[in-house]
């Protein structure tokens, strides 16, 4: 690279450096003003589930989940449309075989599990789904080339599930009249359970399927000769 | 005790920007990747000793984990590519030499 351009990198990079270490500077030093914890803690018997951090996530700022959800969707996307996945690795040695055996019924418990724990402690959709994200890279490690995930067609289901309950629930309210992904007090620990089932499914297989790295293998390989091809040949 | 937690937090630090600065110098693509997983989990364990549970279980599962097993294959394939046009630009000289 041209070192005259690599000085003015370094000097842009430093200033920055500069400038976000005085923002830090400023924010400790400042008086604390009202903060929004004291008001979310207020909040937490309403909002259906007794851990603040799930609280915010699914009840308070469900848009932003939402719009996480959507984010990973639109990475899977623009992976499928790379192209069709390459082939898998060959498949496993006994010692990575009884590995995968052993580690991927494991994991997709604590996947469960740490989905019905983000309730009331840490966890929630977005460990939970990354769990049952890396049971499939261990599979697709250990030579199964669809890295443990369904049919195209059932993927297709599986990674716009987050995002339609999500959507569905949000609209089915709205037209209840509670307001978008405004939940009621008396359903809301059930609502937001249904909503993070989905999610964490869709986590789940979004992730897996983006190791995978391409558009899945179809049930029927796409160089199979079909009649019309036979016959022009 | 407050001066053991002190030197933990101290070597916590040092620790994580020293594998943040290998990582990004890192010339090689896989090289680099292995040191971000290493920092992503010396990370969340940063985030536990900031009382943030839930952001260090996340950074450990997403960033670290599938974060690296993501990196490490576009590594892979990248490697791949670059190896495949190297072959090819080899074959090409041989022909023009001939």
Not at chain 1, 71 to 96: D, E, N
Not at chain 1, 133 to 151: E, F, K, M, N, Q
Not at chain 2, 10 to 34: D, F, H, K, N, Q
């Amino acid at each position: 690279m041209n070192r005259d351009l690599s000085l003015l990198i370094g000097i842009l990079v430093s200033l920055f450096a500069v400038l976000l270490l005085w923002i830090v500077y400023i924010t400790l030093s400042a008086e604390t003003g009202p903060r929004l914890a004291t008001l979310a803690l207020e909040q937490l018997p309403e909002s259906g589930v007794s851990h603040p951090v799930t609280a915010v996530l699914l009840n308070y700022r469900a848009y932003d989940t939402l719009l996480e959800l959507a984010v990973l969707l639109a990475a899977l996307l623009g992976i499928w449309s790379l192209g069709p996945a390459p082939a898998g690795f060959q498949l496993a040695g006994p010692a990575l075989a009884v590995m995968a055996r052993w580690i991927v019924p494991l994991a997709i418990l604590t996947g469960g599990y740490l989905l019905w724990v983000g309730g009331h402690a840490p966890g929630g959709a977005f460990q939970a789904g990354a769990l049952l994200g890396s049971a499939g890279v261990i599979l697709r490690l250990a030579g199964h080339p669809r890295a443990g995930l369904p049919s195209e067609e059932a993927q297709r289901w599986l990674v716009v599930a987050g995002v339609g309950v999500f959507v569905l629930i949000g609209l089915l309210l709205a037209a209840l009249g509670y307001g978008f992904l405004t939940y009621p007090k008396a359903g809301a620990k059930w609502l937001i359970l249904l909503i993070e089932t989905a999610a964490t499914l869709a986590i789940g297989a979004t992730l897996a399927a983006a190791y995978v790295g391409g558009r899945p293998l179809g049930a029927a390989p796409p160089s199979t000769p079909t009649p019309t091809e036979d016959a022009r040949a | 005790m407050s001066i053991l937690l002190l030197a933990f937090d101290a070597i916590l630090l040092t620790t994580l920007l020293g594998l943040a600065t290998a990582a990004v110098l890192s010339p090689e693509p896989r090289r680099a990747t292995m040191l971000f997983i290493a920092f992503g989990l010396w990370l969340s364990l940063v985030w536990a000793r900031l009382s943030a549970p839930d952001v260090a279980l996340a950074e450990a599962a997403i960033g670290a984990g599938i974060g690296g097993a993501l990196m490490l294959a576009a590594a892979r394939r990248a490697a791949r590519r670059h190896a495949d046009i190297d072959a090819d630009a080899t074959i090409d000289t041989s022909e023009d030499a001939r």
